[in-house]
């Protein structure tokens, strides 16, 4: 489980199951930290239910780095890490706060959230 195939296996599939990385427009995001290149990447719509929107940040520096994004466009959307499918906290206003390890990256599903109804929000 921890050699290198078994991971670019994992890699290969998770980018299968997001549409955005194969087809996807590319829009950069300004960061406050020059070590770190953050970009989403979104699918075009297809009639199905929901978006493909990805958001990765990906840190070049071999030291730990944080960085400031502007994501209110995306504002109450929480990103959902693809490798554990760990949800972070809801996006604001304010900058987004992300620190990575050395030659780090995320890579994210910016999800809506659904509401006590049902419906999307």
């Not at 994992?10 to 829009?27: D, H, V, W």
């Not at 719509?45 to 929107?53: A, S, Y």
Request: aromatic share 12%.
């Amino acid at each position: 489980p921890s050699s290198l195939l078994h991971w670019t296996r994992r890699m290969i599939e998770i980018r299968k199951q997001n549409p955005a990385f194969g087809l996807g427009s590319y829009t950069e995001l300004p960061s406050s930290n020059p070590a770190v290149l953050a970009f989403l990447r979104e699918a075009p719509p297809n009639g199905e239910e929901g978006d493909d929107l990805v958001l990765c940040v990906n840190n070049f520096s071999r030291f730990s780095q944080p960085t400031e994004l502007d994501l209110s466009a995306f504002e109450g959307r929480h990103p959902v890490e693809l490798f554990g499918g760990v949800r972070f906290p809801a996006i604001g206003e304010l900058p987004y706060l992300l620190t990575l390890g050395g030659h780090g990256f995320y890579w994210f599903r910016l999800t809506r959230v659904a509401s006590r109804i049902g419906r999307r929000l």
